[in-house]
């Protein structure tokens, strides 16, 4: 565990990309969100209507901000420290724990800065310009329970995602990451062509916790698949 704890202090060592970035989308998708709300509130909407409100909510700015980023930021944390680490000593077993540790982190801290921006929505009466940016249908409508597990989960998932093609393409080289990708694809084609006749039927039995199942799931065949490519890979 002491290895493992050594891996995540070394993914620690760059908050500036860890936790600063994050941070920064996030103000900028809320400044972004309340410049949107004025000028629709310039151009006659009334925030007090309930459509207003009803349209409001299904901003998902605030859930599509950070995906892109925290997939890059598990590529580059993987490329980058796997080489250093193991030529210190580390085992692969412990690189691939010490990572989701990190991981885990990362995912508590931007969940916490979003539940504490949620708390000074709701407080303020939506910026005091009926701004919805993170009470939204996606992440819960204002309960923060709901959003700080959507957050939580989401951030770990993707940051896993990233990781596992960072490892591939450490294992593999250039073209590991887009075989992994052109796989990935074609088995979610698969699926889609197998399961769209039920499609309404799927749809309506997906519920949050479904939801946080296969989130779990797919974190954990990512971790795992982290630490299969690794397992041969060669220092370099």
Do not use: C
């Amino acid at each position: 565990m002491n290895r493992a704890w050594k891996i995540t202090r070394l993914h620690l060592n760059k908050p500036q990309t860890m936790f600063g970035v994050p941070a920064q989308i996030v103000v900028f998708v809320l400044i972004v969100t309340a410049i949107i709300a004025f000028a629709l509130q310039r151009a006659g909407l009334d925030p007090s209507a309930p459509e207003y409100v009803d349209g409001a909510r299904m901003n998902q700015g605030m859930v599509w901000s950070l995906p892109g980023f925290l997939v890059y930021y598990g590529v580059q944390a993987v490329a980058t420290t796997f080489p250093f680490a193991l030529a210190l000593g580390t085992t692969r077993r412990a690189y691939v724990l010490g990572t989701a540790v990190a991981n885990l982190i990362l995912s508590a801290y931007v969940a916490a800065i979003m539940l504490i921006l949620l708390g000074l929505e709701l407080a303020t009466d939506h910026w005091f310009f009926d701004v919805y940016a993170l009470d939204n249908y996606a992440l819960g409508a204002g309960d923060p329970w709901i959003l700080f597990a959507t957050v939580f989960l989401g951030v770990f998932v993707s940051t896993s995602i990233g990781g596992v093609f960072g490892a591939v393409w450490v294992r593999y080289g250039s073209r590991g990451p887009t075989a992994l990708a052109l796989v990935l694809g074609l088995v979610l084609v698969v699926l889609l062509l197998i399961f769209v006749p039920q499609a309404a039927e799927i749809i309506a039995a997906v519920t949050r916790p479904v939801l946080a199942a296969v989130a779990i799931g797919v974190a954990a065949l990512a971790l795992a698949g982290t630490w299969l490519s690794m397992r041969r890979t060669a220092v370099r």
